[in-house]
């Protein structure tokens, strides 16, 4: 059987590349990666944002996800790099997708890509993690006790089914905070601690679900309500372990002259 061609002229290549941050915030934290990804190529249309297109008989925009964050989790770091037909000022592509993305759904920094793989330069997260009804000396204990141990295995179901994990060795640092009551929760004015940890990229990837179920095994740690994570950023680490800017390259590249 001969193999079919599909019909009419190739999609325009691409010919420039951008690198978008965006943030999930407040209830727009429950959006699946999968709903994201609908809204945005909705956005993208209305906002008659020009794409370049891959080729075949179900042509798609050229769109690159970089590790999203959990359903129900929020972050203040997300990625993702899409690809143009034509050139356009990077900043009326933010301005000009942020208003059609519902609020909470925000496009912080648009940047013209650099080179280099922008899925290369994400080495951890850091993340937050509300615990209510756990005081500051219970969380404190538990982390202590967490850190002191060389390896905790959680279990996990993925597509492949269920899978063991272990979610120490990519803890890279956990601090515990107290919440500002009134503030840190939304008027909640419970007890609750806060955990701050940095989590290096692993396969499968180590969620903060993950680290709260760890810390009940190992530590007998047992919040009253749902913990409410948020990623405070990810990208490549330095030596000291802190979470460095992925963006920063590909900025310096736009404002070195020629």
């Known amino acids: 059987m001969a193999r079919r061609v599909p019909e ?3 999609p325009p290549p691409t010919v420039q590349r951008l690198r978008l941050r965006y943030a999930k915030r407040g209830r727009l934290r429950f959006t699946s990666h999968r709903d994201f990804a609908r809204a945005f190529e909705r956005a993208l249309r209305r906002a008659e944002i020009p794409m370049a297109y891959s080729a075949g008989f179900s042509p798609h925009p050229k769109i690159s996800y970089v590790g999203a964050a959990p359903t129900g989790v929020a972050s203040e770091a997300e990625y993702l ?17 942020d208003a059609v993305l519902p ?19 994400m080495h951890a997260s850091r993340w937050r993690i ?21 390896q905790i295995t959680v279990e996990r179901m993925t ?11 990519p ?24 955990l701050v940890t940095v989590v290096r990229q692993v396969t499968p990837t180590v969620r903060p679900d993950d680290v709260v179920v760890a810390l009940r095994d190992v530590a ?4 009253t309500g749902p913990p409410i994570a948020a990623r405070l950023a990810q990208g490549p680490l330095d030596d000291a372990g802190e979470i460095g800017d ?9 404002t070195t002259p020629p």
């Not at 790099?81 to 997708?97: K, M, T």
């Not at 597509?159 to 060795?169: H, I, N, Q, V």
């Not at 500002?180 to 609750?192: F, H, I, M, Q, T």
């Open 159 to 169: 597509k492949s089914g269920r899978r063991e994990l272990d979610t120490r060795a």
């Open 220 to 223: 007998g740690l047992a919040p």
């Open 246 to 254: 992925p963006l920063v390259t590909d900025r310096d590249q736009a």
């Open 8 to 10: 009419g002229p190739p």
């Open 103 to 121: 609020d909470g759904l925000d496009i912080d920094e648009v940047v013209v890509a650099g080179p280099g793989s922008l899925a290369e330069r």
């Open 81 to 97: 790099e899409i690809g143009l037909a034509r050139e356009i000022d990077p900043e009326a592509v933010r301005s000009a997708l």
């Open 171 to 194: 803890v890279l640092s956990m601090i515990v905070l107290a919440a500002v009551p009134g503030v840190a929760a939304a008027g909640d004015l419970s007890e609750r601690a806060i």
């Open 130 to 150: 509300e615990l209510p009804g756990v005081s500051v000396t219970q969380a404190q204990a538990a982390v202590e006790t967490f850190l002191a141990t060389s």
